[in-house]
């Protein structure tokens, strides 16, 4: 029997090509290997505020997102997290066992306290024994995720640890899986590309729009004109090249940067297209699949009603060594 593990994107806008490096095409590569869970988290995307007429359509833009790249629901299962009330029973019961000291120290709470000064809510600071919860009830010993979530990983071994030793050994320490895209840089050169900051190359954008995009994009600022020479380094145009283009790309486009042999029109026209051809069949099949709403609705209720069984395994597990459970 295949194992599983859990791992998700929340529905807080529509998903970019972070969001595919730094997650879904590491999934793919495992589902033959694992019997995933892909979870639209959208308890998670509750954590900042949000119209509920915008968020049934994030959840099926998601999952379209999530098989147009390439997920297979046979192989995996794609699920909507609230539909899984375990998941809640689950964080409720690490709450209880969480040191807020520990939780406030989170780098990605400071970072979402400074981006929504006025909605610092208890779901935001409890994200994380949220994700812990996602990931151990699943009994995951690994999580495919992008860089930015390693400090949750860390999180959730410590909260493995901390319940094993108070109420007996139950879960396994998860290992985070780093792809190669493991951090993406948003089209703003400074942040991480990101969906509640727009500074994303989107995964319905057109051939025209991520050109567009990136022509506007931040190269290294201190290559003003075409014949200054340029640091490769510190141009957030050389790290998309890193990630979409061929090592031979790679090496011209540095050698042709420090030279100024190549202008950051003609390298970023290189990397627009390896995007484009990346993005084009996922766009395609997003519109196939959202002109059919009711067939992605049902596959994620399905996909919630496989996962359903597991996750009550692990919870029924975590009542009785809680004491929690009636005889
Ligand atoms: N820029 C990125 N580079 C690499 N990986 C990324 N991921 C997100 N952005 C990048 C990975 O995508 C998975 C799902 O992330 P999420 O949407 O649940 O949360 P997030 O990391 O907070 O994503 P966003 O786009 O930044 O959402 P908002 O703006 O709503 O907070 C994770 O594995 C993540 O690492």
Not at 60 to 78: C, M, N, R, T, V
Not at 240 to 251: D, L, Q, R, W
Not at 281 to 304: N, Y
Request: glycine residues 6%; neutral net charge.
């Amino acid at each position: 029997m295949r194992k599983h593990f859990f791992s998700g994107i929340q529905p807080s806008g529509r998903l970019h090509i972070g969001n595919y490096f730094g997650a879904i095409r590491q999934w793919i590569s495992l589902q033959d290997s694992y019997e995933p869970v892909f979870g639209i988290v959208d308890l998670h995307g509750m954590t900042v505020r949000y119209d509920p007429k915008d968020m049934q359509v994030r959840v099926l833009d998601a999952a379209a997102s999530y098989l147009a790249a390439g997920l297979d629901p046979e192989k995996s299962i794609i699920m909507l997290q609230s539909l899984v009330p375990e998941h809640v029973e689950l964080a409720w019961i690490l709450n209880c066992i969480t040191p807020m000291g520990r939780l406030s120290r989170i780098p990605t709470f400071k970072e979402k306290v400074r981006q929504n000064p006025d909605n610092v809510n208890m779901g935001l600071f409890g994200y994380p024994v949220l994700m812990a919860a996602d990931i151990l009830l699943y009994k995951s010993e690994i999580v495919p995720v992008g860089e930015d979530q390693v400090p949750h990983l860390e999180f959730t071994r410590e909260m493995a640890r901390r319940f094993n030793s108070i109420f007996s050994e139950t879960f396994q320490e998860p290992a985070e899986v780093l792809s190669n895209g493991a951090k993406i840089v948003g089209t703003d050169g400074i942040n991480k590309m990101s969906k509640s900051l727009d500074n994303c190359i989107y995964l319905d954008d057109t051939d025209k729009e991520i050109s567009k995009k990136l022509a506007s994009a931040m190269t290294d600022p201190a290559r003003k004109r075409r014949d200054d020479p340029g640091d490769p380094d510190v141009c957030n145009i050389f790290s998309y090249h890193k990630v979409f283009s061929t090592p031979e790309e790679i090496a011209q486009c540095a050698e042709g940067c420090r030279t100024a042999g190549i202008g950051c029109v003609d390298c970023k026209k290189i990397v627009a297209a390896h995007i484009q051809e990346t993005v084009a069949p996922i766009r395609e099949r997003r519109k196939e699949l959202l002109a059919r709403p009711s067939d992605v609705r049902d596959l994620l209720k399905s996909g919630a009603d496989r996962a359903r069984p597991i996750a009550q395994e692990t919870r029924n597990e975590v009542r009785e060594k809680i004491g929690t459970k009636l005889d």
